[in-house]
């Protein structure tokens, strides 16, 4: 194929106002954008929502700094007045002061360097940033911005259609008994602090950590667990003996146990029938988080207590939206009472934000089987290519068995597929002419150098890379998300970047 010309730097994907990925195309770039280098920072129009501060975001900090008293103070601002409260607490310190101005709550600081990367990567973690559609509105609201980005939204009952289609994804008796987050952080985030709640007062303080997770779950557990819990990560999700000696060893000890299914990025299935029993005989809840596949594509719901789900992928399929849900299965012993305390705890979307994501989930289901389709293509070309070395994807033979055994159709393979090669990563990311950024579960195709975007302080440590060696993990892995482009496009692409 011809080369095709990359997508610049900082460049948004899609390129709307309030899209959730950016083109990050070179290896420099992505190196430039973790060590924070100032002209990589300066071209980044906007990022993940949870890591990048939205432009409006930093247009209402501004105002704001003229607004009130302290001119050229920092200004996080929140999701809500809960959590700008909840941020006040967790940073413990003097010299903050919470505003609220036009229904917009944010928390003023000190011109402090630790404190401030404190409240960053506490939002962050928890998904406890200000939604860009809230701050966009406020900007027009205040004559700061002439008018809102014009798009597509379903009014008429948008958050009743979001729920219907996911109803039976998560095989709930009614719609009303989904939580909707604004991100999917958030619902884990929430449902987190609502098990500890039951959980703490029966002496269950610490958490098992099934499997290598996504970054921020990770972080949720290693930052923000009770001073006195004793978590335990377990990297091998295949390895349910080493889990049942742990549970044996310290019964009465655990509060839950948090895995995905399958998991980001090694796309690795757990027996969730054993890993259940385990879970109701040391009675620890049982998180499961079905993201990186879609819901659409696994049923989790006869072994979770709760099943949590971030709907930026796959629903949110236009890339533009974060959302999150969470769902109390039957399963669960005090299903009445953890649906009650998690729907108290977890941030509500914006309704502009539920509008934009009830038009788009109208595609979901038929999105899905192009997907799983382009998907199983695309591996069964890759896993030929001398060029490559490993291929992770849900039917790799070590988890293929407990795959299928969640899988809603022997097609449903889902969208995310990891590969390591026997050549220089390098070479092959900055020739490869698909859309480069982070995210997935996007009707277009997307790739990354997932670990160095999500654990870049592992990689720049040799404990880091030990640590991911030992949890099977090569620092060099490409994380794939097929869209619905033309497969032969696709295949086409990373052919051409795989050659020589």
């Keep these: 194929m011809a080369a095709v010309e ?55 900090e501004a105002y704001w700094q003229r607004l ?66 809230q701050a966009e509105d406020y900007l027009v609201q205040h004559g700061l911005l002439e008018k809102a980005d ?36 958030n619902a884990i985030y929430a449902t987190f602090l609502a098990i500890n709640e039951i959980q703490a007062p029966r002496g269950r303080k610490s958490w098992i950590r099934l499997g290598w997770l996504y970054a921020d779950t990770m972080h949720i557990l290693d930052k923000l667990s009770d001073s006195s819990s004793e978590n335990v990560d377990l990297y091998d999700v295949f390895d349910l003996e080493s889990l049942e000696n742990v549970l044996k ?14 998991t980001n990025p090694l796309i690795q299935t757990p027996d969730l029938t054993a890993l259940k029993s385990l879970a109701e005989k ?44 969470v769902a109390v299965t039957r399963n669960c012993s005090d299903r009445e009472d953890l649906h009650g305390r998690i729907q108290r705890l977890v941030e509500k979307p914006y309704e502009r934000d539920i509008k934009r994501l009830a038009y788009q989930i109208d595609d979901y289901a038929e999105m899905m089987p192009i997907i799983n389709s382009n998907t199983a293509a695309v591996v069964e070309r890759i896993e030929k290519n001398p060029a ?54 996007m009707k277009r195709t997307l790739v990354s150098p997932f670990m160095y975007l999500a654990h870049y302080d592992l990689i720049k440590s040799e404990e880091g890379r030990n640590l991911m060696a030992r949890a099977g993990i090569d620092s060099d892995l490409i994380r794939m998300s097929v869209g619905i482009e033309p497969v032969e496009k696709i295949i086409d692409a990373l052919e051409y970047a795989l050659k020589p």
């Design 282 to 325: 040391y009675e620890a809840y049982l998180v499961i988080d079905p993201t990186i596949n879609s819901p659409a594509n696994v049923d989790v719901s006869p072994y979770a207590d709760v099943i949590v789900n971030s709907l930026t992928k796959y629903a949110a399929n236009q890339g533009d939206v974060s959302m999150g849900a």
């Design 388 to 441: 490559i070395d490993k291929v992770f994807w849900a039917k790799k033979d070590e988890s293929k068995k407990t795959y299928e055994a969640l899988a809603r159709s022997n097609d449903a393979v889902g969208g995310v597929i990891s590969f390591s090669l026997r050549g220089e990563m390098r070479a092959f990311h900055d020739k490869l002419t698909l859309s480069k950024g982070p995210s997935f579960g």
């Design 6 to 60: 990359q997508i610049p730097l900082g460049t948004r994907i899609p390129d709307t106002p309030h899209a959730v990925s950016v083109s990050i195309p070179k290896m420099a770039d992505v190196i430039a954008y973790e060590e924070h280098d100032p002209e990589a920072r300066r071209k980044m129009k906007s990022g993940y929502p949870r890591f990048v501060v939205h432009e409006c975001l930093r247009a209402i």
């Design 150 to 185: 014009d798009e597509d939204i379903k009014d008429n009952d948008p958050e009743g259609t979001i729920r219907k289609i996911l109803q039976p994804l998560y095989s709930l008796d009614t719609p009303e008994e989904i939580i909707l987050a604004n991100c999917g952080m």
């Design 68 to 133: 009130f008293d302290k001119p050229g103070q920092p200004v996080w601002l929140t999701s809500s007045e809960k959590m700008a409260r909840s941020l006040e607490r967790y940073l413990d310190t003097s010299s903050l002061k919470f505003q609220k101005h036009g229904g917009v709550s944010g928390l003023r600081l000190p011109i402090d360097k630790e404190v401030n990367t404190r409240a960053r990567q506490f939002l962050t973690h928890v998904g406890g940033y200000l939604s860009s559609r």
């Design 249 to 262: 060893e310290r019964p009465g000890h655990f509060a839950g146990i948090i895995t995905e299914a399958p």
